[in-house]
């Protein structure tokens, strides 16, 4: 049991420690959403915005890191 509770605190830990690329990766989730169920947008499109979304969001979230880890 202790051993699922450390699993479950590392996940959570994971979500909490860059909680802008958590938050902006909700935020696409949620417009594709608004696309594919609201506007009735191909779901096709749909997954090509949020492909295209999330690698721009993992890139910045990458190039944001690496600028923190060379500042002085």
Same mark, same amino acid.
């Given at each position: 049991?202790? *051993?699922?509770? @450390?699993?479950?605190?590392? /996940? *959570?830990?994971?979500?909490?420690?860059?909680?802008?690329?958590?938050?902006?990766?909700?935020?696409?989730?949620?417009?594709?959403?608004?696309?594919?169920?609201?506007?009735? *947008?191909?779901?096709?499109? %749909?997954?090509?915005?949020? /492909?295209?979304? %999330?690698?721009?969001? /993992?890139? @910045?979230? *990458? /190039?944001?890191?690496? +600028?923190?880890? +060379?500042?002085?």
């Amino acid at each position: 049991m202790s *051993v699922l509770l @450390e699993v479950l605190r590392e /996940l *959570v830990g994971m979500f909490i420690a860059d909680a802008r690329l958590t938050i902006t990766t909700l935020i696409l989730v949620a417009a594709v959403a608004a696309l594919a169920l609201g506007l009735g *947008v191909e779901p096709l499109l %749909c997954g090509g915005v949020l /492909l295209a979304g %999330c690698l721009v969001i /993992l890139i @910045e979230a *990458v /190039l944001r890191e690496a +600028r923190h880890r +060379r500042a002085p």
